[in-house]
Antibody, heavy 118, light 110 residues
């Protein structure tokens, strides 16, 4: 059974940093592109970033480019999202998701809430 | 990049059919057959129900179907059931190697 479990969310002040983790199991993690997708409270889904299986190709939404960094450790079956210079508008539930094909995720974690507020 | 355009709400009675649209551009929906639909119940993670415009993952009822014409993709839910009440999101691959979601449609089963 495919499982994705996010962790690392919490309350931070504007300008601070946070690192999210996503532990994967039930599939060959090193063979898949992975994504981060976020959802602000009461709002829709927004794609954030993706990374290729070996970690050398990454893409970002314009809104996080230069502030967020996606990475992975295939030995630990774990996906990461380093978030720097956080803003109030980054407040959201962050989901990690496995890619099925061409940036269409199939399996999703349950999400971790990030709140940016002073 | 702006979200794909979906109607904010849709509704139907049990047993009826409802169609939700998702409009983009030639750089996303119209340019690729990589469009997916997700169902999200309140407080839950999204669930994939349609991928590559019209394919259904294993376990998804055939009451859910997808199609595309030009820059607009559509999700049809036939034989509406109470458990279909949820938010629905479309998603498309984009030409700059990113993904774009729609704003979401809240489906009410009256």
């Amino acid at each position: 059974e495919v499982q994705l479990v996010e962790s690392g969310g919490g309350l931070v002040q504007p300008g601070e940093s946070l690192r999210l983790s996503c532990a994967a199991s039930g599939f060959t993690f090193s063979g898949y592109w992975m994504h981060w997708v976020r959802q602000a409270p009461g709002k829709g889904l927004v794609w954030v970033s993706r990374i290729n299986p070996d970690g050398f190709i990454t893409n970002y939404a314009d809104s996080v480019q230069g502030r967020f960094t996606i990475s992975r450790d295939n030995a630990k079956n774990t996906l990461y999202l380093q978030m720097n210079s956080l803003r109030a508008e980054d407040t959201a539930v962050y989901y990690c998701a496995r890619d099925l094909i061409y940036n269409l995720p199939d399996y999703w974690g349950q999400g971790t809430l990030v709140t940016v507020s002073s | 990049q702006s979200a794909l355009t979906q109607p904010p709400s849709a509704s139907g009675s049990p047993g009826q059919s409802v169609t939700i649209s998702c409009t983009g551009s030639s750089s996303d929906v119209g340019g690729y057959n990589y469009v997916a639909w997700y169902q999200q119940h309140l407080g839950k993670a999204p669930k994939l129900i349609i991928y590559e415009v019209s394919k259904r993952p294993s376990g998804v009822p055939d009451r859910f179907s997808g199609s595309k014409s030009g820059n607009t993709a559509s999700l049809t839910v036939s034989g509406l059931q109470a458990e279909d009440e949820a938010d629905y999101y479309c998603c498309s691959f984009t030409g700059n190697n990113k993904a774009l979601f729609g704003g979401g449609t809240r489906l009410a089963v009256l």
